[in-house]
């Protein structure tokens, strides 16, 4: 126990000494503590110019606010600098993107990092960590989307026969 003590003095005393000795003589220079750097923001992409298929598919964007799932939101804007890119706003990130319109006919949203995608199908939106393979936020309806999903509902309510399973299959008729 005694030499605990002693060796926990020991270690104060050694580290008051370049305290006692900046007191005593002012002019002596100390080290100065080392600064951690802070990363560097990484370099802004460089664009290439939109084809024409890119600056058509970036004309199918929904532009404006997204109300997503668990109060969460997204913002689509036009590029300010290049045209034929669309800018991402999703919680502190903006993510500059690649609108390019699938073969399915959904328009995607290609972050030009490689990092995220965005896909925007008729009845909502979502966003994807595509180098963690995981969405980020799903369930994003633009006010247009809602708007369509609603003339939807009422053409299926108004004409229930007209309604496929989405399979392409129809239901016989009844006898």
Do not use: W
């Not at 300010?80 to 609108?99: C, E, N």
């Not at 965005?118 to 633009?142: E, F, P, W, Y």
Request: one cysteine or more.
């Amino acid at each position: 126990m005694l030499k605990t003590s002693l060796s926990v003095a020991a270690l104060f005393l050694c580290a008051a000494l370049p305290l006692q000795q900046a007191q005593a003589n002012p002019s002596v220079k100390h080290p100065r503590p080392i600064a951690k750097k802070q990363p560097q923001p990484a370099p802004a992409p460089v664009l290439e110019p939109a084809s024409e298929e890119q600056l058509a598919a970036a004309q199918r964007a929904y532009l404006g606010d997204y109300v997503c799932e668990a109060k969460q939101s997204v913002r689509i804007e036009p590029n300010a600098k290049t045209p034929g890119y669309i800018d991402v706003s999703f919680q502190k990130q903006l993510i500059t993107m690649k609108p390019v319109l699938s073969s399915t006919g959904a328009l995607r949203l290609e972050d030009v990092t490689g990092r995220t995608l965005m896909i925007q199908i008729a009845n909502k939106s979502m966003l994807l960590d595509t180098k963690l393979g995981q969405r980020l936020v799903d369930d994003c309806v633009h006010p247009e989307q809602a708007r369509l999903m609603a003339e939807a509902r009422a053409a299926a309510a108004a004409n229930p026969e007209a309604v496929s399973n989405g399979l392409g299959i129809s239901a016989p008729a009844a006898r």
